[in-house]
C-alpha cells in the first residue's frame, strides 16, 4: 500500500513539473520590465539587471526547446535579479 502511495506522489510530481512554467515566466518579464522602466542610461551596466536579462533569455531558450524544468529554474533566477536591480534602483538618487 505505502508503495503505491509514494509511486503515486512521484508521479504527481514528475507531471507537475513537465507543464510550462507560464506564471514564472510572465513574473520574470514582468520583474525585469519594471527594472528597465526605473534604469536610467547610466544604469545600462547594472549587474543584477544584466543577469536578470540572462536568465530571461535563457529560461526563453528552455521553454522553446520543452525543457521546463530548466526554464522555470531561469525564469524564477531572472525575476529574483531583476528585483534585486529594482532594489539598487529605487536607492540610487536621481541624477540632475
Known sequence: MNLWFILLISLGLVACASKPPIQEMAAARSS??????????????????????????????????????????????AKHDAQRAVRILQKTPASM
Open 32 to 77: 525585469v520590465q519594471m527594472a528597465h522602466q526605473l534604469m536610467k542610461p547610466s544604469d545600462a551596466s547594472l549587474p543584477a539587471l544584466k543577469s536578470a536579462e540572462t536568465a530571461l533569455k535563457e529560461a526563453v531558450q528552455a521553454l522553446q526547446k520543452k525543457r521546463y524544468q530548466h526554464a522555470r529554474i531561469q525564469a524564477l533566477k
